[in-house]
């Protein structure tokens, strides 16, 4: 076998969370791009359609309605990616907010609106798309954390934020080792600062902060959404077989300093 064949994800089906628009987008064309049958599972349906139609092509790629902090909503997405595209190979849990806030001034309703949808959100998607691949003896899960589960990034006050991606990496770690011998792998990417139409606009408005975080980052300049991409089609594949609990960091140095 190749190596460009240890890549291929021909006869899969990928579930991405959050995959409207942005990072979850781009992550959405990587497998798609490498063969999988992939679906949109975003709580903004008529985006996730638009998106849907958009990569539909040589693979077959659907939109799915999902709240993640919902589990009656989760279990319906399972159910109908299941029924349009066949069982579930890979899973990625990208769906997560921000919500800043100095914590002596966010409401506990803000707390938990950012831990449910960050934390939770992996949590149920996992469970049940682990249990059909706990079922099947394999599957790849690949959960979406950030370099802030490691570090206190600046200026932007996260407290909520923080906590519910160092969540995600222990949670990460946890579900690798409880299903390593069940045939099912689970690894995490611990992103840096990347390049989105969202992140824009936010520096839109706050353009020092941009300068705080190049110069925090060794390598002077935001990740590119294709570089995370690429890094997830590398964890749903055969080419990271054996790997599982892993975070992987790509942050152009930000933790390293």
Request: proline letters at 3%; one cysteine or more.
């Amino acid at each position: 076998m190749s190596v460009l064949d240890n890549f291929s994800l021909e006869g899969e089906t990928a579930i991405v969370t959050g995959a409207a628009q942005g990072l979850g987008k781009q992550m959405a064309i990587g497998l798609a791009e490498m063969g999988a049958d992939v679906a949109i599972a975003d709580i903004n349906y008529e985006d996730a359609t638009g998106t849907a139609a958009e990569l539909d092509g040589e693979t077959d790629v659907v939109a799915v309605e999902v709240d993640v902090t919902d589990e009656a909503s989760v279990e319906a997405m399972v159910d109908s990616v299941t029924e349009q595209l066949g069982p579930i190979d890979v899973l990625v849990n990208n769906a997560g907010i921000a919500g800043n806030a100095p914590a002596e001034e966010m409401t506990y309703e803000m707390w938990r609106n950012v831990l449910s949808v960050n934390l939770d959100g992996v949590f149920l998607c996992s469970k049940h798309v682990g249990q059909q691949m706990l079922e099947r003896g394999g599957g790849q899960i690949i959960n979406i954390s950030s370099m802030s589960a490691m570090d206190v990034n600046v200026p932007q006050p996260q407290a909520g934020y923080n906590a519910s991606k160092a969540g995600v990496s222990q949670l990460t770690k946890s579900m690798a080792v409880e299903w390593a011998d069940r045939g099912v792998r689970v690894n995490a990417i611990a992103p840096g600062y990347m390049r989105t139409d969202l992140v824009d606009e936010v520096l839109e408005e706050n353009p020092s902060m941009e300068e705080t975080w190049l110069e925090n980052t060794p390598m002077g300049r935001l990740g590119r959404p294709e570089e995370l991409r690429d890094l997830v089609v590398y964890l749903a594949s055969d080419a990271s077989s054996f790997m599982t609990g892993s975070v992987v960091v790509m942050d152009g140095g930000y933790t390293s300093r």
